[in-house]
């Protein structure tokens, strides 16, 4: 029998012959650093929950005061709480900018700030290994796309160069990822300011693993350089280690208000329920005093690399809370995921197209919860899994 689904079907089992089908699963979060899944407990490594405010859970107000679960319209129309505007504001103030503008999640961050600054005369420069809404908001820019090597910087100074030269007057926009979601290594940020003031850009930087991680009172990566003031575009989401929902922009406050005016993500959506806008504040506080939470978290990252290094595996350049075990193809990584859950560690399997072919991998993810004995015991299951895959 056909039916109109069946080109359907034919995509799924050619994704399925490759390795490359994805499913979704029910998991629960558990405090501590573990989680649920299919009716079992397992180690968490594998959620962005890095300061585990999310598996924690909680009220979102002290008082249980009754929070209104919807917005009822778009910002611009009747959808903003006086308590929203004044989270804006103090949040700017906390990235140290003139303005802050809450959307609904990074993902529409990143479509609307980029769909919004660029047209199809500008020039764009963007790190091969961005993320996929960067990618999204450049593509729906229409602007020209300059997709320079990871972390090549004599690469993006060519680029800058060349346009520079044949349009000196053409706007110039790099942006990249503070920390890079799948290898867990950083941006050359202090290289990257001297190029975009030698060639009159301006910067973008996208802080969805660094916010709440790095930098006084978890301000960031740029802060953590002491570089925040170079940066024209502060990215980051609420998602993250914030335990929480929804992305922001912040800078000048022009950039603000141009955004309001003409960002379609922000515009054309209506904007976060008062009880997310409540525990966003509550867990941003959370986030300013977990500088304990955030130095067991690079003691935690530490152990677990240096483990996994000493028994062989490549780790790529992780420098953070993401550890990449690098596997190579798909098929491998599908099968050393499916060891390790069995074994009671929630991991990953991340395939292309989210990475780049041949470099399929298990994505750890490390939290401050995670006790260093169990972190110890994951470093000898992996090992003991990876030997059986051939991969140490
Ligand atoms: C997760 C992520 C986003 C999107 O954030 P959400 O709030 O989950 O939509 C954007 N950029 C990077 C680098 C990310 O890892």
Known sequence: MTSKWDWMRLEL???DSLSLRRSLSA??????GWLEKDGRRMLNLASNDYLGIASEGGYVTEEADALQTGAGASRLVVGGTEELARFEEAYAAYHGVGAALVYGSGYAANVGVLGALLTRDDAVFSDRLNHASIVDGIVLSRAEHFRYRHLDMNQLEAMLKKVSEAAPRRKKLIVTDAVFSM?????????IIALKERYGALLMIDEAHSGGVCGKEGRGLADALGAAEHIDIHMGTFSKAYGALGGYIAGDTVLKEYLVNRSRSFIYTTGLPPV???AIERNWRKVRAADEARDRLRRNAALFREGLAAAGFQLGDSASQIVPLLAGESERAVRM???????????????PPTVPEGTARIRFSLMAQHEPEALLQAVQVITDAGKQEGIV
């Open 13 to 15: 089992e050619r994704l």
């Open 27 to 32: 998991v629960r979060l558990l405090p501590g």
């Open 183 to 191: 290898d867990g290594d950083a941006a050359p940020l202090m290289d």
């Open 276 to 278: 997310v806008i409540a």
């Open 337 to 351: 995921a499916a060891r390790l859950q069995q074994a009671g560690i929630a991991a990953v399997a991340i395939r």
